[in-house]
């Protein structure tokens, strides 16, 4: 007959005292030697593509607007900054960041069109409406329509959703070509009345 094997709580205490009978009294213990972190498989290396500033909250590729523009350009939502930054390729860098847009409030998600519109996700302060006094999340399309690649007309395309403090960061275009607007939490633990 096998020997009875040990309940994991004895086997626990057994490594405890095995673990504290390994130093003696008043030397301290061997500090445990942390295990190698691999990020990367062999043969990659992981380098800064740009340093943007501010807070950056949510990154979209799109098409470059400008004259005779080729290619995408980075669009990045600056979350502090109430701005959409872009940022152009130079040879596989990220150029020095533009402000493409501003005059946000709390900007979240950005999500580029196939026409070069770039649609921005952002928050109002709180307000009474449809679904009481809260802040409500909007939808905002910005384009360039002088072809400089700075943004200069702007236009409210969805406004009054219920969701305050966590506003549509998620956005996407669906195969039927509708734009899918996610709808977050106006709490952080998702429970009504608690902390926001």
Do not use: C, Q
């Amino acid at each position: 007959m096998p020997p009875p094997v040990p309940s994991t709580s004895a086997r626990l205490l057994a490594a405890l005292f095995l673990v504290m009978g390994a130093a003696a009294p008043g030397v301290a213990a061997p500090a445990p030697r942390p295990s190698p972190v691999r990020l990367v498989e062999p043969g990659f290396v992981v380098t800064s593509y740009v340093a943007s500033g501010g807070t950056p909250s949510s990154l979209a590729f799109g098409p470059d607007t400008r004259k005779g523009g080729e290619g995408d350009r980075l669009y990045i939502a600056d979350y502090a900054g109430n701005r959409v930054l872009v940022v152009d390729d130079v040879a596989g860098v990220g150029g020095e960041p533009e402000t493409f847009a501003a005059g946000f409030r709390g900007p979240l998600g950005v999500l580029a069109g196939p026409d070069g519109s770039i649609y921005v996700a952002d928050s109002e302060r709180s307000r009474e409406g449809p679904w009481g006094f809260r802040p409500y999340g909007r939808v905002w399309r910005v384009r360039d329509l002088n072809g400089d690649g700075i943004a200069d007309k702007r236009s409210l395309v969805l406004k009054d959703l219920p969701n305050g403090r966590h506003n549509t960061n998620g956005m996407a275009w669906g195969a039927d070509g509708l734009l899918y607007v996610s709808n977050g939490n106006s709490t952080d633990d998702g429970v009504e009345g608690g902390e926001s």
